[in-house]
């Protein structure tokens, strides 16, 4: 059966997708019943749209598929920290878990206090070193 470690790797390969788009590269999949209904990385540069974060984009296709805003048995996995409107958008959904690799900690949501709705539990550090890998290698580039 899928464990964690295996849709962190599912929400890097999305990470990977915006990397080779020239986007910050985080990477996200809402997972319902071991099966991956939602996917999504970031799009802001392309779309022009601030709220295209990789979490916003496969929270609303998890929702699409299930027909149904409330994803309270669905976990999403998130290759970064979620920032305060990603945190705001699993609130609402209702989660019933948020996994994250990487801590982030100049704007992770942790830093405001607990913004995740009271029954959605909270893992971090899967994978930490290699999605943490992808934001260097994706800042490393832009300052040369």
Same mark, same amino acid.
Do not use: W
């Given at each position: 059966m899928p464990d964690d470690d295996y849709f962190m790797t599912q929400a890097r390969a999305e990470a990977?997708?915006?990397?080779?788009?020239?986007?910050?590269?985080i990477g996200a999949v #809402? $997972? =319902?019943e071991n099966q991956i209904?939602?996917?999504?990385?970031n799009q802001t540069e392309r779309l022009r749209?601030?709220?295209?974060?990789?979490?916003?984009?496969?929270?609303t296709a998890a929702a699409n598929y299930?027909?149904?805003?409330y994803l309270a048995d669905c976990t999403l996995y998130v290759t970064i920290e979620p920032c305060v409107m990603c945190a705001g958008a699993s609130y609402w959904?209702?989660?019933?878990? #948020? $996994? =994250?690799?990487?801590?982030?900690p100049k704007v992770g949501f942790r830093r405001h206090g607990q913004l995740l709705h009271r029954r959605t539990q909270l893992?971090?550090?899967?994978?930490?070193?290699?999605?943490?890998?992808?934001?260097?290698?994706?800042?490393?580039?832009k300052r040369k």
């Open positions: 990977e997708k915006a990397l080779a788009a020239d986007e910050i590269p #809402v $997972v =319902f209904i939602g996917r999504g990385y749209d601030v709220t295209a974060h990789a979490e916003m984009l496969a929270l299930l027909g149904n805003k959904a209702q989660l019933k878990a #948020v $996994v =994250f690799g990487a801590e982030e893992r971090g550090g899967v994978q930490a070193a290699a999605c943490a890998e992808l934001m260097q290698q994706f800042f490393s580039m």
